[in-house]
């Protein structure tokens, strides 16, 4: 799911930045706070603008009702 969620993204022209936790050095830490946030479970956690928008359910969930590109446009993330 992951990297259908990044793909998803970057189809838009976005840069997206991704910590591959299985391989970074502070990963199980990392995936313990992402659980404190309320992210079940905790990958892909999501980030647009330094915000949590949240998992694949809700990426997807935005895209459908075509709220993805005016998150990621006010984030500066992508131009049009």
């Known amino acids: 799911?992951?990297?259908t969620i990044k793909t998803l993204i970057s189809n838009?022209?976005?840069n997206p930045t991704v910590y591959e936790l299985d391989e970074h050095p502070d990963g199980k830490q990392l995936e313990k706070?992402?659980?404190?946030?309320?992210c079940k479970p905790s990958v892909p956690a999501v980030f647009i603008g330094e915000k949590l928008i949240g998992g694949a359910n809700e990426i997807m969930s935005l895209h459908l009702k075509c709220?993805?590109?005016?998150?990621?446009?006010?984030?500066?993330a992508i131009w049009v």
């Open 1 to 3: 799911m992951c990297h």
């Open 12 to 14: 838009f022209g976005a």
């Open 33 to 38: 706070e992402l659980r404190g946030l309320g």
């Open 67 to 76: 709220q993805l590109v005016e998150l990621l446009l006010k984030a500066n």
